[in-house]
């Protein structure tokens, strides 16, 4: 089974704490949902994960169930990040941008069975021929958003973490990349941040708390029920008070 370990995980900007000894197992076959107050260090630990910007201490491990058990030492190709504001190349239109994706990726999509027809993935990020041919700088950020995501999706990463991935995307959009994102559990650690709590209610098997410098399951309660929705408003509360 595919792991993401974060273990005694320490992090602070200048005098700034975001994690203080952050601990927790994430495992393929559940989405995820972290969630957290604004400036709780989402997406820094995402950053970390990707190895983006260092930990100062502590340990993030992946097992990419390939035998050799959890890695410190992981490549960088075991993790995928979505970003909210999708990294894609301004001066490329769509169908290049993909076929390059699938060159510099073959070996990689191979590995994964997965489709090198550049007309699949855009098919599934729904971009007609005429979307197809535009620069990508002339992409609605929605339109970035869904090729982002169907790139990132085809690779199968053993982790895949996605940063606020449905904000911008149309309601039939975010419909469909709901469901890609569910069905990417079963061959993915899959980690989402979101601050939509209905979001989190439909497609999480699991809800994380960034709470106090630490990470915190909420378990104990329907995850669809008032009760629920209602602890995490009244943990999240609880950490500004504390904060003051
Ligand atoms: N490179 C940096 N240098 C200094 N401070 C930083 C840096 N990156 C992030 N921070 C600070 O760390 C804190 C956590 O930021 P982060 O972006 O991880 O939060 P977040 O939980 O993703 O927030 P949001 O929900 O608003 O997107 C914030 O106070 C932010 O200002």
Redesign the pocket.
Known sequence: MKQLQIHSLNKS??K?V?FNDANYDFVQGKVYGLL??????????F?MIARN?PADSGEILVDADDGQGPQVNYPDIDVSMVY?QPHLPAFMTGAEFVKFFIEINSRRLTAVHTSQNAQDFLDLAGLSEADSNKLLRDYSEGMRNKLQMVVSLMLKPPVLLL??PLTTVDVVAAHEMQQMIVNMKADSVVVF?T?IMQLAQDICDAVVL?HNHQLEELTGLDIHSQAFEDAVISRLTDEVTTNE
């Open positions: 900007f200048d700034q975001i957290g107050r604004n400036g709780s260090g989402k997406s820094t630990l950053n910007i909210t940063d606020e941040s601050h960034l």
